[in-house]
């Protein structure tokens, strides 16, 4: 069943950012209130580490708050385009500096022997707290994908609940592992972020009513019971 999503406007793009990290962590904060933990789910991306600055502002107890990415690179943890390298040199890191209790950031080894086992690891970790994300972060690609789940590709259409890993992803890299549709879906609060004009193609077909989701993978957002669009496009 569709959801009405929430569409928040704002053309300054640090300040859209901004927004997009209160929200965030207003929902946590709830979350946190209800059951004293929350898990959150996390892409990689340049506007996402202008997110992960500015959820360092907001106060939160972060100690308890469990962070899993929503896809990552086949690459070691330390690599340039590795997303769990991203989340801790932008959030996790930078809190411990300044003497605050960092979130418990659960990384997934892009350079695993084995990446299906390691699929699966990340998949038991996750079980842990409950097989589903409290709050996830999405940030859409030009082609309208999330995470790494593609347009009219099996990626989007892999049944599982839970991380899989691919080897024929059509974005470089090929090799990837991403959270399936289902767990996204799954999702107590949907954060959708639009940021960049690069991104206004997607957008229009994110808001097209006859867009298919296996046109715009971004539209699995209208399937969560909490979506939130976030975006500097008019």
């Known amino acids: 069943?569709?959801?009405?999503?929430?569409?928040?406007?704002?053309?300054?793009?640090?300040?859209?950012?901004?927004?997009?990290?209160?929200?965030?962590?207003?929902?946590?904060?709830?979350?946190?209130v209800e059951r004293g933990?929350?898990?959150?789910?996390?892409?990689g991306g340049r506007s996402v580490a202008g997110v992960f600055e500015a959820m360092r502002q907001e106060r939160l107890d972060w100690g308890q708050v469990h962070v899993f990415l929503v896809d990552e690179r086949l690459v070691?943890?330390?690599?340039?385009?590795?997303?769990?390298?991203?989340?801790?040199?932008?959030?996790?890191?930078p809190l411990a500096r300044e003497g605050r209790m960092p979130p418990q950031a659960h990384p997934f080894p892009g350079d695993a022997p084995d990446p299906q086992r390691a699929a699966r690891d990340y998949?038991?970790?996750?079980?842990?707290?409950?097989?589903?994300?409290?709050?996830?972060?999405?940030s859409a690609g030009e082609d309208g994908h999330v995470a790494s789940l593609f347009?009219?590709?099996?990626?989007?259409?892999?049944?599982?609940?839970?991380?899989?890993?691919?080897?024929?992803?059509?974005?470089?890299?090929?090799?990837?592992?991403?959270?399936?549709?289902?767990?996204?879906?799954?999702?107590?609060?949907?954060?959708?972020?639009?940021?960049?004009?690069?991104?206004a193609a997607a957008f229009a077909r994110f808001t097209d009513p006859s867009a298919s989701v296996s046109s715009c993978p971004a539209k699995l957002m209208l399937q969560m019971g909490n979506p939130f669009v976030f975006t500097d496009l008019t």
Do not use: W, Y
């Open 1 to 32: 069943m569709a959801s009405v999503a929430t569409v928040i406007t704002d053309t300054n793009q640090n300040e859209l950012l901004r927004k997009v990290a209160a929200r965030i962590c207003g929902a946590l904060c709830g979350v946190l």
């Open 37 to 43: 933990r929350a898990v959150l789910g996390v892409p």
């Open 76 to 93: 070691p943890m330390d690599h340039p385009d590795s997303n769990f390298r991203l989340l801790r040199e932008h959030l996790v890191d």
């Open 123 to 138: 998949d038991g970790a996750l079980a842990e707290l409950g097989s589903r994300f409290d709050v996830v972060l999405l």
């Open 151 to 199: 347009p009219d590709h099996h990626s989007l259409m892999d049944a599982r609940h839970g991380f899989f890993v691919m080897d024929d992803a059509p974005k470089p890299p090929p090799g990837r592992m991403s959270a399936s549709a289902s767990l996204l879906r799954a999702c107590g609060t949907g954060v959708l972020l639009f940021a960049g004009r690069a991104k």
